[in-house]
């Protein structure tokens, strides 16, 4: 099954990002979909995505595959427990006269999800590469990025090259 609208995902995100994060962040589907189309374009950025891949509107041509589909469903939940990490007042106190009131929530739980979802984003990308569905572009890009900064800054590109192609480059 291919996924050719973004609405057919809204509902796999809301379970990934934890139900009650996305209503306590007050997010409805169409910010959902908002989310997913970033998602998108972030992997695009990172090279999951090529450019015969492209979003119109909500609708995505061609379609993609599940998963492909389930890239974007993580990379959209990290974007939201992110931000809902970001607005979370750890400590809350306050004093009037001799009474005194203080709450604190945890920001653990929300960061152990947002290493959970990195660590699954890292290991889906690896799948989708070893698998030959996405190209290793964005290793490439960084290893020559590597070596000309390595250049740039006076230091033997031939070095640089083989150390950062012996970690998984060219």
């Known amino acids: 099954m291919a996924v050719e609208d973004l609405n057919d995902l809204v509902d796999s995100v809301r379970r990934q990002s934890s139900v009650e994060v996305v209503e306590a962040a007050g997010l409805t589907d169409q910010n959902l979909i908002g989310y997913l189309m970033d998602a998108f374009w972030e992997a695009r950025l990172d090279g999951a995505l ?13 379609p993609l595959s599940n998963d492909l589909a389930q890239l974007l469903v993580i990379y959209a939940s990290f ?4 931000n809902r990490l970001l607005q979370t007042n750890t400590v809350f106190r306050t004093k009037a006269g001799p009474v ?6 945890s920001a653990q739980l929300l960061t152990a999800l947002l290493k959970d979802m990195s660590v699954r984003r890292k290991q889906l990308l690896d ?7 996405i190209e290793a572009g964005v290793l490439m890009f960084d290893n020559i990025s590597a070596r000309d900064t390595a250049t740039m800054n006076g230091l033997d590109s031939y ?4 150390a950062n192609s012996s970690q998984g480059g060219w």
Do not use: G, M
Request: aromatic content about 12%; glycine content about 0%.
């Open 127 to 133: 799948k989708l590469v070893a698998d030959r569905e």
């Open 100 to 105: 005194e009131y203080e709450v604190q929530q």
């Open 159 to 162: 070095t640089t090259y083989w």
């Open 79 to 82: 974007n939201i427990v992110k």
């Open 50 to 62: 090529t450019s015969d891949h492209d979003l119109d509107d909500e609708f995505l041509e061609p």
